[in-house]
């Protein structure tokens, strides 16, 4: 039976203001950046302060809001808008910082090395169509150098975005171009072809012979490392012994695997490079947290604005309804600069007082950089101690870097479950992970450990974790396997 019933229940709702404090929380120091510049193209009332006072930084006047249009003109107090001096200048917490910081210059851009095969192209004198070809393959490549679509994709590609039909024969015919430019090995699809490009370009040797072979015809076991099933094969055609076998593969380790890589910059780290939101210091025992100066921009609202207002109440007699607009328009944009600045002076003290715990629950590590010294923590931990919500401490975390005397670190790596040794402490999984490697790296490599044997031997460091746990720990430290760490003798 359908009928109808009043219900009275409370319901929060946010404010567009307030989600977009929210979503403000999210953003790094790069989309920050990017935010206050489009607001400041956007509202002529906010500007770069060209100098920091700090001690007008609480003096931040507070402006009415203007609800309703049809308010006059001479309902607006001029109070609302003017101090003694010019609207103060809005500026970062200045605690817990060390000496000023110079606003260094960016990196130096290098040329990629997509640039580079380019301009080899553009030396042999092609036609318009065929370099037309040459730059879209080169553009379809990835940052390891390979060519990983099919010719005939690509020449359905030219053909639909270009306008230009090519046959998947021309295609090949440029391909096979690109692979004689330098560095070797560029242009192969995979990275066996990308190995054996490498070698047909080097004088030949014995071992250089081998190892063409040993990657055209036996690549699935070299890479399994099924290292007698090659000698055995190779033996049966000519004499081949293990230490062939070893010099053949010092061989081919001396290649390079991704040749794209070699270059300093790509088409995509030209246009993305991480910059810390945080920078902690250790120095003498003694930890200095501040905000890289770069990343500070000083915000105000604009002197001619508030001149605007001034001249407006100064202005004796009845005011036209033209000028009531404009000071309408004016109040809009000041009341707008004046939430902006707020909300990015908030997003910052949320964001100082989420890296502050942080760096308590994790002090140790910060002062040694020492992963062994990172203790168990999760969310609920540091917002339990800024006094948070979980969801902010989350978004605070998200997407963020902090630059210390060790590295630049993302804040999502001081995160990680708790494990209790055999004398009931809780310590972080990735102290077990530092210990987990150190046993690999210092493993025999004719005779790596299997992961059965990893457990006996985190066992005996007083750690209890079942064989399934070492696999999912060795996995994300992208350690293989036993038989694929195995190396000839």
């Given at each position: 039976m359908i009928k109808q019933q009043l219900i009275q229940k409370q319901q929060q709702k946010l404010?567009?203001?307030?989600?977009?404090?929210?979503?403000?929380?999210?953003?790094?120091?790069?989309?920050?950046?990017?935010?206050?510049?489009?607001?400041?193209?956007?509202?002529?009332?906010?500007?770069e302060s060209p100098t920091l006072s700090s001690e007008t930084d609480d003096l931040m006047s507070e402006y009415g809001s203007l609800e309703n249009k049809n308010e006059t003109a001479e309902d607006l107090s001029l109070n609302d808008y003017l101090t003694e001096d010019d609207i103060p200048h809005y500026a970062l917490d200045?605690?817990?910082?060390?000496?000023?910081?110079?606003?260094?210059?960016s990196y130096s851009e290098s040329e990629s090395f997509q640039e580079y095969l380019l301009d080899q192209l553009r030396l042999r004198h092609l036609s318009v169509e065929t370099l037309r070809i040459g730059e879209y393959i080169v553009g379809s490549m990835d940052n390891d150098g390979y060519l990983r679509r099919d010719p005939e994709l690509l020449a359905d590609d030219l053909a639909f975005q270009y306008g230009l039909e090519v046959s998947v024969q021309e295609i090949r015919e440029v391909i096979d171009m690109i692979k004689q430019l330098d560095p070797a090995g560029i242009g192969a699809p995979d990275i066996r072809e990308c190995l054996l490009l490498q070698l047909q370009r080097k004088e030949k040797t014995q071992e250089r012979e081998w190892a063409i072979l040993i990657l055209e015809k036996y690549f699935d076991a070299f890479s399994?490392?099924?290292?007698?099933?090659?000698?055995?094969?190779?033996?049966?055609?000519?004499?081949?012994?293990?230490?062939?076998?070893?010099?053949?593969i010092k061989e081919i380790t001396l290649l390079n695997p991704k040749p794209g890589s070699s270059w300093e910059s790509n088409m995509e780290t030209k246009m993305s490079q991480i910059t810390p939101d945080f920078i902690v210091e250790a120095n003498n025992g003694?930890?200095?947290?501040?905000?890289?100066?770069?990343?500070?921009?000083?915000?105000?609202?604009?002197k001619e604005y508030n001149e605007m207002l001034e001249n407006y109440f100064r202005t004796p007699g009845k005011k036209s309804e033209s000028m009531?607009?404009?000071?309408f328009f004016v109040k809009q944009k000041v009341d707008s600069a004046k939430w902006f600045i707020d909300a990015i002076k908030q997003r910052n003290t949320t964001l100082r007082q989420t890296m502050l715990a942080i760096?308590?629950?994790?002090?140790n590590f910060f002062l040694t950089g020492d992963e062994s010294e990172l203790k168990p923590m999760k969310l609920k931990d540091v917002a339990k101690?800024?006094?948070?919500?979980?969801?902010?401490?989350?978004?605070?975390?998200?997407?963020?870097?902090?630059?210390?005397?060790?590295?630049?670190y993302s804040l999502r790596f001081f995160f990680s479950d708790r494990i209790t040794n055999e004398e009931g402490e809780d310590v972080s999984v990735r102290r077990v992970k530092t210990l987990l490697k150190s046993l690999v790296d210092q493993e025999d490599k004719t005779k790596p450990l299997f992961d059965g044997e990893l457990v006996?031997?985190?066992?005996?460091?007083?750690?209890?974790?079942a064989r399934r746990t070492v696999a999912k720990y060795r996995e994300q430290l992208n350690i293989p396997v036993a038989r694929l760490r195995k190396e000839i003798t």
């Open positions: 404010s567009p203001a307030q989600i977009q404090q929210i979503r403000m929380l999210e953003l790094n120091a790069i989309e920050v950046e990017n935010l206050i510049n489009q607001e400041l193209e956007d509202n002529p009332a906010l500007e200045r605690h817990y910082k060390t000496e000023e910081r110079q606003r260094e210059s399994k490392k099924k290292y007698s099933k090659i000698v055995d094969a190779l033996n049966s055609i000519e004499p081949f012994s293990g230490e062939d076998l070893k010099n053949v003694e930890l200095f947290f501040s905000f890289p100066k770069e990343n500070t921009s000083e915000l105000r609202v604009s009531k607009d404009a000071i760096i308590e629950i994790q002090r101690l800024c006094k948070y919500d979980v969801s902010t401490a989350s978004r605070v975390s998200n997407s963020k870097y902090v630059q210390t005397n060790w590295g630049v006996n031997k985190i066992k005996q460091e007083g750690y209890n974790i």
